[in-house]
């Protein structure tokens, strides 16, 4: 990897009900050196509830990072310590999650107006381990919109120690929108994540929120030092192919996507044997991995299918494949007929 890019240079957003261990598996067949994040785990599950459940993960993940929703810094302390303990990369506080049930845990995107909060959160976590502890916020909550809001927040929590601070270049609005809406209807506002790098050089500024394609990867990390995208990538996995070699200048894992389907199959079918878990749950991950290419709708049809969940995954998968290649190989002989018409 380039010695140069920064470990935040390319990431992949926590995400809720998405972004679980065998999600995470599944992507690093994709791409070695962007960071993941597990889905937000509360300090009372990891205090109170079944650890290895919350904290578990399969050594190729790395590097991984543990994104934790809290705001009484004993408790964040006392899970950075766990998060250390079972190896992870980082500890990052959640400060920009705006659903109603976040906010009756008092954490999450209304923390903003709790600044002196989220840094006595941090130095409570800088305090009791040597990982890096960061944080992920919105840009403003509800009509918030002015720039030194947020310039103060990061401000207040930096003189405590934070270093890294992943900004989703939207407003939170706690009132009106559901989580859903509150990721489309509040407006993008790449502008202030920038001024934000402006002000604070020494800072590593992470900007989140909207980024589709490459291209845009590339125009924003002009501005700030990395990326994090979310539902794009999760959604259109095979994207993740090129960018070992395109942000981080070494070759990545994926050489096809039938490759990767193989690797992926081969642990499905593993992790099955081992566990005892069926691999429709971890399968969902993939399902967009042919996303654009022919046969994609039949190949996820047969895996979606609950008539082959008691099928061993690869016999799945050599069905799936089958049906895909063939529709595949149908639309190439249309098109070739298109360009060489037959005269009669």
């Not at 994104?67 to 959640?94: F, K, T």
């Not at 502890?133 to 947020?150: A, C, L, N, P, S």
């Not at 310039?151 to 992943?166: L, P």
């Not at 990767?260 to 593993?270: G, I, M, N, P, S």
Request: glycine fraction near 6%; include cysteine.
């Amino acid at each position: 990897m380039n010695a140069s890019a920064s470990p935040w240079r390319l990431s992949v957003a926590p995400m809720l009900d998405w972004t679980d261990s065998p999600c995470r598996v599944f992507h690093r067949l994709l791409t070695r050196h962007t960071r993941l994040y597990t889905e937000m785990v509360t300090t009372g599950a990891l205090l109170h509830g079944d650890v290895p459940r919350h904290l578990d993960y399969d050594a190729v993940e790395h590097p991984v990072a543990l994104q934790l929703g809290g705001s009484e810094p004993a408790d964040l302390a006392a899970c950075a310590r766990l998060a250390e303990q079972w190896g992870y990369d980082e500890v990052n506080l959640n400060c920009g999650c705006p659903s109603e049930r976040v906010q009756k845990g008092a954490f999450g995107a209304c923390l903003m107006a709790e600044p002196q909060l989220v840094a006595d959160g941090v130095k409570a976590m800088r305090d009791a381990v040597g990982i890096p502890v960061t944080v992920k916020h919105r840009i403003g909550i509800d009509r918030e919109e002015r720039y030194e809001f947020v310039r103060d927040f990061v401000g207040t929590v930096a003189e405590a120690g934070c270093e890294v601070f992943i900004v989703h270049a939207r407003n939170a609005w706690l009132q009106g929108l559901s989580p859903k809406e509150n990721r489309e209807i509040p407006p993008l506002r790449y502008e202030l994540v920038h001024q934000l790098k402006r002000e604070f050089p020494h800072l590593t500024i992470v900007l989140n929120g909207g980024i589709k394609d490459d291209a845009e990867i590339e125009e924003q990390l002009r501005h700030v030092d990395g990326v994090m995208v979310g539902r794009q990538a999760y959604h259109e996995p095979w994207q993740m192919a090129s960018w070992d070699q395109r942000f981080f200048g070494t070759a990545g894992p994926a050489e096809s996507r039938e490759q990767v389907e193989a690797a992926w199959v081969e642990w499905l079918d593993h992790r099955s044997q081992a566990t005892r878990r069926h691999w429709p749950q971890a399968m969902r991950h993939a399902l967009g991995l042919w996303n654009g290419e022919a046969g994609a709708r039949r190949w996820r049809q047969i895996w979606s299918d609950h008539k082959m969940k008691a099928l061993p995954a690869a016999e799945v998968a050599a069905l799936a494949d089958a049906a895909r290649r063939g529709i595949a190989a149908h639309a190439a002989e249309h098109q070739a007929e298109n360009r060489h018409p037959q005269v009669a």
